[in-house]
């Protein structure tokens, strides 16, 4: 499981910037990014606040990567790649949308 690059995807998602996310989430561009690339392995106390920030369900973070995984039937690994890949894309949707509302609410 590779908990910063589930991270990376879904702020890419977002279309937020690092910098930008990192202050929302009180953290420096420098630690977000030594996250985002795995060399630092974030705390549960920030995983939790970017879970709530981006409005993402925390069993999305850790997602396991199926690309990966030896030893897979072919067609199961592709199926959950392709599995991932859409789940991530839905977020994404969503986010995106949850933003609209709340544009158009105020």
Request: without cysteine; hydrophobic residues 35%; charged residues 30%.
């Amino acid at each position: 499981m590779d908990v910063g690059k589930n991270i990376k995807i879904i702020r890419a998602g977002t279309g937020l910037k690092q910098k930008k996310l990192a202050k929302l989430l009180g953290v420096s561009p420098s630690y977000f990014s030594q996250v985002e690339s795995g060399k630092r392995n974030p705390s549960f106390a920030f995983i939790k606040s970017f879970s709530e920030k981006l409005n993402v369900p925390l069993s999305l973070i850790f997602t396991e990567d199926y690309s990966k995984k030896e030893g897979l039937d072919p067609k199961f690994q592709k199926f959950m790649e392709s599995l991932q890949a859409l789940i991530f894309e839905l977020q994404s949707i969503r986010y995106k949308e949850g933003k609209k509302r709340k544009i158009h609410a105020t």
